[in-house]
């Protein structure tokens, strides 16, 4: 299969204030030429989250646990991935089948099937 997002490591960027004072929000980067994969906030957010950071706590809130979850995307198809492709015939427990059907719905999703 041919990978047609932004490949991994994925890494979080935390809110950076720049020179001009204005706040870069926190975002998501990849691939070898750091790509954006995606924003976690808006400019706004972001700049209050400079100025009041006790009301927008940014990574240390419910940001931390959803950037670590995008950011192992990557790493998650993968592993999905290669489960899916090992061998389990000799385990068919119900179990088993549910989560074999699990993975291969995440994995289609994951490349656009679903």
């Not at 960027?13 to 070898?32: A, F, K, Q, W």
């Not at 009301?55 to 899916?84: K, M, S, Y």
Request: hydrophobic share 40%; with cysteine; charged share 20%.
């Amino acid at each position: 299969m041919t990978t047609k997002h932004t490949p991994g490591p994925w890494r979080i960027v935390d809110r950076e204030v720049m020179e001009d004072g204005s706040v870069y929000p926190c975002h998501i980067l990849g691939g070898t030429a750091d790509y954006q994969v995606c924003a976690l906030e808006s400019p706004d957010i972001a700049k209050r989250g400079v100025e009041q950071p006790h009301l927008f706590p940014g990574l240390n809130g419910v940001l931390g646990p959803n950037a670590r979850l995008i950011a192992a995307a990557p790493d998650l198809l993968q592993a999905l991935e290669a489960l899916l492709d090992m061998d389990i015939s000799y385990q068919r427990g119900p179990k088993v089948q549910e989560a074999e059907s699990a993975a291969r719905l995440a994995v289609a999703k994951a490349r656009g099937a679903q």
